[in-house]
């Protein structure tokens, strides 16, 4: 049996804001309109569609495995758009990434407060 993950849904207070904040940070290209989502794709074929939603927020968390490379130009968007950010999901240290793995991760909040994280190695890999 083979099972792939294909979307999820992400709530939003304004469903083009989110999907267009992600979108831009990540260095993906402009979400598009998909029935009454805004839909951002990924690679193999995932996607998050981003819906406005009629009642409060839950923020959730979301994590992206991505290139060094892309890590690079992710980063640079967070520090050029002045995104706070963090080593770690508890927030206890501001304005760092962390290495863990071996690799570099940094976590940083959407509008809505979606908690958001880039990593370069998967956790659990143990060093390169």
């Known amino acids: 049996m083979t099972v792939t ?3 999820t849904i992400v709530y939003a207070t304004d469903k083009r804001r989110s999907a267009e904040f ?3 940070v990540l260095g993906l290209p402009k ?3 998909m029935w009454s ?3 951002v794709p990924l690679e193999h074929g995932v996607a998050l569609d981003f819906a406005t939603a009629d009642r409060p927020i ?3 968390h979301y994590a992206f495995l991505v290139s060094e490379e892309d ?3 992710i980063f640079a968007r967070i ?3 002045g995104i706070p950010y963090w080593a770690d999901p508890a927030r206890s240290r501001p304005q760092q990434i962390n290495h ?3 690799g570099r991760g940094v976590y940083f909040a959407d509008p809505d407060g979606h908690f958001l994280e880039a990593i370069t190695r998967p956790y659990g890999s143990g060093a390169a």
């Open 5 to 7: 993950f294909n979307h």
């Open 22 to 24: 992600l979108a831009t």
């Open 31 to 33: 979400p598009q309109a």
């Open 37 to 39: 989502f805004m839909t």
């Open 58 to 60: 839950s923020p959730q």
């Open 71 to 73: 890590f690079d130009g």
């Open 79 to 81: 520090q050029a758009q």
């Open 100 to 102: 863990n793995d071996g």
